[in-house]
């Protein structure tokens, strides 16, 4: 899937002359963005890393719910009802069949953590590399690094995005009894409730968007750094959160997906929704990649 997109030798924005000057030439990247997206078969970046994104997703998240049931066995239930939460539409409840039974798995619930850990590292780093090559493509810079050399690299990111998402399951789940124990401790019960209720969003888009920029730094070094990558970070959260909208309300009101899948009408929902994601991650990568490109008729 070779990329017609190059970016500056440099990698850095171009300078523009004033803020209309500065502007104006982020309108003309954010109107070549799409065109780039078509031309560069972005969609087809996507689908491969939708493959890898499930087989990393799913481990994770068993993982996740059968540590948490070791931690606090009745926070699982909310786990999992947040977590689905999330999911558009018949994959809410797809999502939730495999995460329940790892709940009843007592037994073998260390060989499950083991298994789904190794699992959820290897896909992952399989992940980051199609991830890698897409931004190398997208920049139009050939990755030059060895294998060898990269791997390293590779694991340890995936080891890395894989606990900030422990971490957004568990700043979810447990820092709520968290809160309310220290209001009762402070005499603050019902505000330290409503004060989490309120901040633990924000938490979570914190994480997300630290997700994100880890996602971006697997580029070209032209392209690294939170100044070059946090545009098109923050195009990739709102696409993210408009198409998951968007796509929910087409699933549950307009969608024939159960009509024609039957049963599986949720994983397909949610392989659907998982593709939008990568979309979105790819769609700002490339604003990143526009913005580094001199305006159209400027030098």
């Known amino acids: ?13 171009p300078r523009q002359a004033g803020p209309t000057g500065r502007a104006a030439h982020w309108r003309s990247a954010l109107c070549r963005t799409p065109v780039s997206i078509w031309k560069d078969d972005l969609s087809d970046w996507a689908a491969a890393l939708t493959y890898y994104a499930i087989l990393a997703l799913l481990p994770a998240l068993l993982v996740t719910v059968a540590l948490i049931g070791l931690a606090n066995p009745r926070a699982t239930d909310t786990l999992i009802t947040d977590i689905t939460a999330f999911a558009p539409a018949e994959s ?13 798995e007592r037994g073998a619930v260390w060989l499950l953590i083991a298994t789904g850990t190794v699992s959820a590292v290897w896909s992952a780093s ?3 590399a199609v991830f ?12 030059r690094r060895p294998a060898l050399r990269k791997a390293h690299i590779i694991v340890a990111t995936a080891v890395g995005l894989l606990l900030l998402l422990m971490t957004s399951a568990f700043a979810l789940v447990l820092t709520g009894p968290l809160a309310r124990w220290l209001g009762h401790r402070l005499g603050l019960a019902h505000a330290s409730e ?14 997300v968007a630290c997700l994100i920029m880890v996602l971006f730094r697997t580029g070209p070094a032209s392209a690294r750094g939170l100044r070059r990558g946090l545009p ?5 959260a709102f696409l993210w959160l408009v198409a998951s909208a968007g796509f929910a309300l087409y699933a549950t009101h307009i969608g024939s997906y159960s009509r024609l899948y039957g049963s599986l009408a949720g994983l397909v929902v949610f392989l659907i929704w998982v593709w939008f994601t990568n979309l979105a ?4 990568a490339q604003f990143n990649v526009e913005l580094a490109r001199p305006t ?3 030098s």
């Open 92 to 104: 809410g409840a797809a999502l939730r069949q495999p995460l329940e039974a790892a709940t009843h």
């Open 232 to 236: 098109g970070g923050v195009l990739a």
């Open 194 to 207: 409503t004060l989490w209720a309120v901040l633990k969003w924000p938490v979570l888009v914190f994480l």
């Open 296 to 298: 159209p008729g400027r």
């Open 281 to 284: 991650l790819l769609a700002g």
């Open 126 to 128: 399989s992940y980051l």
């Open 1 to 13: 899937m070779p990329s017609k997109t190059t970016a500056t030798a440099a990698g850095r924005v």
């Open 132 to 143: 890698r090559r897409a931004l190398h493509a997208q920049h139009g810079v050939r990755d």
